[in-house]
């Protein structure tokens, strides 16, 4: 799977929007982008995947740039919950069920 | 929802014991995955099965070995603890490879302290 790069950490205020960066510019064509994130003391959940559209979900949105090198997951409101590490992840499609490649994440505080 | 459990969210044992970790899930995944935490170096996969009685090796398998007897239960063995293996350990299930896209499901995670 290729390589994706994210900053180590991000604040953000509560009740405000958060946009969470990730540059993968060796992604190829057949590429999923994943998003994962790690609550204190809990394993990882899924956020939210797409190709190349934009994809909304009730947990975030992913904007994904028209290249396809980069990508951006949205918390429209960030609340106290959403501290976290979050972890983005490339996936090709003809990777069946192989087990997810983990980076470092960008790890998330949310100020009251 | 999926409910991937693992047997303990804390353990201590001791060095040179045999430890036993337990992971069951309740929706019928044919994956089933090992993986350890620890600070600094993210979550590195350990072992992973993809049926019963299946076995893979991740990028960490030294001193460890697994069992999948049952589809539902994968276990994860120290076959002689050592204090390197003081870690978090997280188990994860995903359902077959059939599927286009299927999201792993984890567990919360069993820190396990070796004295």
């Known amino acids: 799977d290729a390589k994706t790069t994210q900053p180590n950490s991000m604040e953000s205020n509560e009740e405000e929007p958060v946009h969470l960066p990730c540059n993968h510019s060796t992604i190829s064509g057949t590429d999923y982008i994943h998003w994962y994130r790690q609550l204190p003391s809990q394993g990882p959940e899924y956020v939210i995947h797409?190709?190349?559209s934009n994809v909304n979900n009730r947990m975030a949105s992913l904007a994904i740039a028209e290249d396809r090198k980069s990508s951006t997951l949205i918390l429209h409101r960030a609340t106290l919950r959403d501290a976290a590490v979050y972890y983005c992840?490339?996936?090709?499609?003809?990777?069946?069920?192989?087990?997810?490649?983990f980076g470092k994440g960008t790890r998330l505080s949310v100020i009251a | 929802d999926v409910k991937v459990t693992q047997s303990s969210r804390y353990l201590v044992k001791r060095t040179g014991e045999k430890v036993f970790l337990e992971c069951v899930q309740d929706m019928d995944h044919e994956n089933m995955f090992w993986y350890r935490q620890d600070p600094g170096l993210g979550l590195r996969l350990i072992y992973f099965?993809?049926?019963?009685?299946?076995?893979e090796k991740g990028d960490i398998p030294e001193g460890y070995s697994v069992s999948r007897e049952k589809k539902e239960r994968f276990s994860l063995i120290l076959e002689s603890a050592s204090t390197n293996q003081t870690s978090m350990y997280l188990c994860?299930?995903?359902?077959?490879?059939?599927?286009?896209?299927?999201?792993?499901?984890f567990g919360d995670g069993t820190r396990l302290s070796i004295l």
């Open positions: 797409g190709l190349t």
């Open positions: 994860a299930s995903s359902v077959s490879r059939d599927r286009v896209f299927q999201p792993q499901h």
């Open positions: 992840i490339l996936r090709d499609v003809n990777s069946g069920n192989t087990p997810l490649v």
């Open positions: 099965s993809y049926d019963v009685k299946m076995k």
